[in-house]
């Protein structure tokens, strides 16, 4: 069984993501979008709300949402896959990912990655615009999963609040 790798931040799910996870879980037998816990990068989302967003975002068969903290290269071991998926909006995204390509490859031989070109419509987008426009009237539904707008629209407010309220 071909077992894939789709980490990230998620913080959260886009549509840009959503178009990735689909695509990668024709090309695998199973795939597990995996949330990685960074100590130093804190979302708006906790680790466990960005899991539960892309559960209720996600309704394919073989695909498995889990999170981790620590080394991409180790979990890849610890779940026996091979194959690590990256999307890639532009060009700009291509140095960082192939760096960590070749980083994660060292520290696991056993571990590739595949990179999965943005569709077009989804090239602009990212996680950070998202949450960006979710703070004012604007229609979300070609950037967010229907699911999970609320739920964005309402962590914005309730950051704001707590901003407001200093
Ligand atoms: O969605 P993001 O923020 O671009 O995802 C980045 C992510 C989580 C894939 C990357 O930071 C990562 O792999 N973190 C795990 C720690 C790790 O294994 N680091 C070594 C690779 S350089």
């Known amino acids: 069984m071909k077992t ?3 980490p990230g931040s998620f913080d959260p799910v886009t549509l840009g993501h959503l178009n990735i996870i689909k695509r990668a879980a024709k090309a695998f037998d199973q795939l597990i979008v995996c949330v990685l816990v960074n100590s130093e990068k804190h979302g708006i989302f906790s ?3 960005r899991v539960e967003l892309l559960r209720r975002a ?3 068969e073989n695909v498995e949402v889990d999170m981790y903290s620590g080394l991409l290269a180790n979990y890849a071991k610890q779940r026996d896959a091979r194959v690590l998926v990256k999307g890639l909006r532009a060009f700009s995204d291509f140095e960082a990912e192939v760096q960590m390509a070749i980083i994660n490859n060292k520290l696991n031989p056993d571990l590739d990655t595949v990179f999965f070109p943005s569709s077009q419509k989804f090239n602009y987008l990212s996680s950070t615009v ?3 426009l ?7 539904e070609e950037i ?3 699911e999970i707008i609320e739920d964005v629209r309402r962590k914005m407010e309730e950051k704001r609040g707590a901003c407001d309220g200093k």
């Open 4 to 6: 894939a790798i789709y």
């Open 47 to 49: 680790a466990e709300e």
């Open 58 to 60: 996600i309704s394919l």
């Open 130 to 132: 998202a949450k960006e």
């Open 134 to 140: 979710a703070r004012y009237d604007v229609n979300l």
């Open 144 to 146: 967010l999963p229907r």
